[in-house]
């Protein structure tokens, strides 16, 4: 989304991105967000529906069938996703903000919005996106009303030049190569309205070095395998005592981290995102707790 307000409504702002990562340069630069206005007839909230009615629902319930009778809650909060997923790609925005309220009012905190609910609806529309059971406007559009759901509730309106803020470093873990998942993380990310900065050094301490220039909310860093998790540790504590923004959030991503999420805890990092929609949440999240 090019800005909040075009998440308030039926509208999104975003436009293809054929940029990729290597067209940034080696030195990395900042990727603007995209800009393109694209409505939400009618015809497409009745296809939306179908989607979660036909594959999403059926797929997450059926996922816990074979769990025993005394977990109800888990299969609770599976519907609760896939019908966040449902509103947020639907007509209405408010639709959405309504049910979270109402669930925010029967008792559930912010914390366990945020990590129960808002950051698994965002994987799944990841996931929507990828299976092709969705196309990248609705996912955008999904993600944009998820994000203006964040800034709702932990006051981000009252935040002075908040959209100046929305700024991230993209970098591969020491060692390793930018790979496909963090470009299409800059898809997700450019149209969820926030200015990127890639940086394709093999430096270990270029991150940092950029981080200590520029202002950034987050720092994120991709991760195929677990070889120099002590490089990558040793990296992101080097962003922290350099970064302009004394309360950066880091998150990091990869496969590496999807067979071992305890990497965010081993490597000092705030949090994991499995895919660019969550990653664009998580980003929020963080951005969040930097300025509140």
Not at 29 to 47: H, M, N, Q, S, W
Not at 170 to 187: C, D, R
Request: with cysteine; proline share 6%; net charge negative.
């Amino acid at each position: 989304m090019a800005d909040d307000q075009d998440e308030d409504g039926g509208m999104a702002s975003v436009k293809p991105d054929f940029l990729s990562g290597e067209d940034a340069g080696a030195g990395g630069g900042f990727l603007p967000p995209l800009e393109i206005t694209v409505d939400v007839p009618d015809f497409r909230y009745a296809k939306l529906s179908r989607i979660v009615a036909e594959h999403v629902l059926p797929q997450l319930v059926a996922l816990h069938e074979p769990q025993p009778p005394v977990q109800p809650a888990a299969v609770l909060r599976t519907s609760e996703i896939a019908e966040l997923a449902r509103l947020v790609m639907g007509a209405d925005n408010d639709d959405a903000t309504n049910y979270v309220l109402k669930l925010k009012d029967g008792g559930v905190s912010l914390d366990d919005l945020h990590v129960e609910l808002l950051e698994p609806t965002a994987r799944l529309l990841g996931d929507l996106w990828n299976e092709d059971k969705a196309d990248f406007l609705d996912v955008t559009i999904g993600v944009s009303r998820l994000q203006r759901l964040v800034h709702v509730f932990e006051g981000l309106g009252q935040i002075p030049d908040y959209d100046e803020k929305r700024r991230v470093l993209l970098a591969a873990a020491p060692g390793e190569q930018h790979s496909l998942g963090s470009t299409i993380v800059q898809k997700f990310l450019r149209a969820g309205g926030w200015h990127v900065w890639s940086c394709a050094s093999p430096d270990a301490g270029e991150p940092a070095e950029i981080a200590a220039r520029e202002w950034f909310a987050v720092v994120g860093f991709s991760l195929g395998s677990d070889v120099h998790l002590g490089l990558l540790k040793d990296a992101i504590a080097l962003v922290r005592a350099r970064s302009l923004n004394p309360r950066v959030g880091i998150m990091i991503g990869g496969s590496a981290v999807s067979r071992d999420p305890d990497l965010v805890r081993k490597v000092g990092a705030d949090g994991t995102a499995a895919n660019g929609p969550a990653a664009v949440v998580l980003a929020k999240k963080l951005l969040a707790e930097a300025l509140v």
